[in-house]
């Protein structure tokens, strides 16, 4: 079978699959956000954190409960890993110093899962199940529950009220990630993924000498990383490594995971809106562009330029053979199109071009289908922009789902798309223009400038996955990307929540002659365009000095 038409089977597969999840698993998120039941065990958690999961809470209320109960996550983090060498379980790592401890709180309380460390070299059992596994749980589920209270802004009316958060955020664990993720655990482990506690121990070589691994609870770390869209990897080599991604089929299970909530998400959208098909509308814009960057990066990486390139069938150089171009270009896309950072090879060995597509993935909000509730929100911010404009064609108020969409509405969802392209063109500039960390950028040139907008871009649109290449593990760096991954991912909440809370509290206004019929397929065309159009531009002259320059070079 050729390497192309593999690749083809495997993308079929995947569709199929998503497809058969893609009802059952959106029904079923529409109920838990819907159900005024609590489970026994929730209602325990209640009790023990003090919250009463039926008081009805406005957008300023619901936004203080994100904002503490992230706050809370990264101090704890923060202090896990600076305690780390009086833990047990350590497996003799000393403490992380605080620019990374701040820098890893940072990054997994934002979803983002960034890494300037190897992880077989510095966390220890502790830390990685009781601190780093618990946050991939908790930080899908936040940002779960703001898509949640979005949708709710367009179902409700004339209430300022956008439910609960601490109700929105124990549902999440407890009735969708934890049932999945134990499935998912077990599936990863029948294919070979390692689940266990084991210390340090010593192992041959095929060539001859021995070197020392770990052990793990990977299986389960693996299977919420990517379902909650998270991405940090027990080892460095991430979903590279075998004791975490053993073959082609782990490996497409994986990109299932990535995919399956935020795809499923437009169908819950769709019940809690009254309207199956403005979920199909998001649907077909999520699945239009993902398909397209799929192509396109299998046609950058399956492309034959001179004789290396001719013998090895394709850009072979940082991939898995067990994977193949094909597997690692979906697996790239899926990672890059989501917050999950992920990766199954080397971004900084894919071409010129290709490594521009997993750039332009993240930069366009990571909104096909994007994280677990982040891309869904991400896109009704898009869907608010697009029917705004097409308002402005005709000369008339736009609205979307029966709400105007008016001054402070636009306003809002307008700082919402400027402020991480912002925080990534500002650092970039700032890393670009300040003196390099000795051994900090190991490329010149436009591959060089390529992998510190990468870094940021990953950072600020907390994906979390690394361009190679580039030893992030500095002061400046950790402080930097830090701090652009907390206000890349708590900055645009304001913005989400606010916008929630003003829709909630409008009248809704009966649909006329002049309305735009947003479960058209003509307004999906028109969402894709001012996507790629408003968000894409915006990084083009940063993307021409990097990646589009190497790749026409």
């Excluded at 819907?34 to 209602?43: A, D, G, N, Q, Y």
């Excluded at 379980?89 to 190897?118: E, H, K, M």
């Excluded at 907390?486 to 509290?505: D, E, H």
Aim: hydrophobic share 50%.
């Amino acid at each position: 079978m050729s390497p192309v038409l593999a690749g083809a089977l495997q993308v079929l597969a995947l569709v199929a699959a998503l497809a058969l999840a893609y009802r059952p698993l959106g029904d079923h998120m529409a109920r838990v956000y819907s159900s005024p039941k609590h489970l026994r065990v929730e209602r325990w958690i209640y009790k023990g954190i003090g919250a009463n999961p039926d008081t009805e809470m406005r957008w300023t209320a619901y936004l203080r409960g994100v904002l503490a109960f992230s706050a809370v996550s990264v101090l704890f983090l923060y202090l896990l890993q600076r305690l780390q060498g009086s833990l047990p379980g350590s497996l003799g790592f000393r403490s992380i110093d605080p620019d990374q401890a701040f820098n890893t709180a940072a990054s997994f309380v934002a979803n983002t899962n960034w890494q300037s460390y190897y992880g077989e070299q510095a966390m220890g059992h502790v830390v990685q199940t009781g601190g780093l596994a618990v946050q991939n749980f908790v930080s899908a589920a936040v940002g779960i529950a703001v898509a949640v209270a979005l949708v709710r802004g367009f179902a409700r009316s004339r209430t300022g009220e956008l439910g609960n958060f601490w109700a929105d955020l124990v549902r999440g664990v407890v009735r969708i990630l934890l049932p999945i993720s134990v499935i998912g655990a077990l599936v990863l482990v029948a294919c070979g993924a390692i689940q266990n506690f084991s210390g340090i121990h010593e192992v041959g070589q095929f060539l001859g000498g021995s070197q020392e691994w770990n052990g793990g609870a990977v299986a389960s770390q693996e299977a919420i990383k990517e379902l909650g869209t998270n991405g940090g990897g027990y080892f460095n080599a991430n979903s590279a490594h075998p004791f975490e991604n053993p073959n082609g089929l782990s490996n497409l299970f994986e990109v299932f995971l990535i995919l399956v909530i935020p795809f499923a998400l437009t169908r819950t959208f769709g019940r809690m809106v009254g309207s199956l098909r403005q979920g199909y509308a998001i649907l077909a814009t999520m699945g239009t562009i993902w398909i397209a960057f799929v192509g396109l990066m299998m046609w950058t990486e399956f492309a034959h330029h001179g004789p290396a390139f001719q013998l090895a069938g394709g850009a072979m150089e940082g991939k898995e053979n067990r994977f193949g171009i094909g597997g690692t270009s979906i697996f790239a896309v899926s990672t890059t199109l989501t917050s999950t950072g992920a990766v199954d090879g080397f971004h900084s060995s894919l071409t010129g071009l290709g490594g521009g597509i997993t750039m332009l993935g993240m930069q366009l909000g990571e909104i096909a289908p994007g994280g677990t509730g982040s891309g869904l929100y991400g896109m009704l911010i898009m869907a608010i922009i697009a029917v705004f404009i097409a308002g402005l064609m005709v000369g008339r108020t736009p609205e979307y789902l029966g709400k105007k969409i008016g001054t402070r509405e636009i306003k809002l969802a307008a700082c919402y798309i400027l402020i991480t392209p912002a925080l990534v063109l500002v650092f970039t500039a700032l890393a670009m223009a300040l003196p390099t960390p000795p051994n900090s950028m190991l490329n010149p040139g436009a591959h060089g400038f390529s992998e510190i907008l990468y870094a940021y871009t990953s950072g600020a649109n907390n994906n979390g996955s690394a361009f190679g290449g580039l030893n992030a593990d500095t002061q400046w760096f950790n402080t930097t990307i830090g701090l652009a991954m907390l206000l890349g991912r708590f900055l645009p909440m304001v913005f989400v929540l606010a916008l929630a809370g003003s829709l909630a509290g409008q009248q809704p206004v009966p649909a006329s002659a002049g309305t735009l019929r947003t479960a058209k397929p003509l307004f999906t065309g028109l969402l894709v365009g001012t996507i790629l159009i408003i968000t894409g531009l915006t990084y083009f002259p940063a993307l021409a000095l990097g990646p589009l320059a190497e790749g026409l070079a």
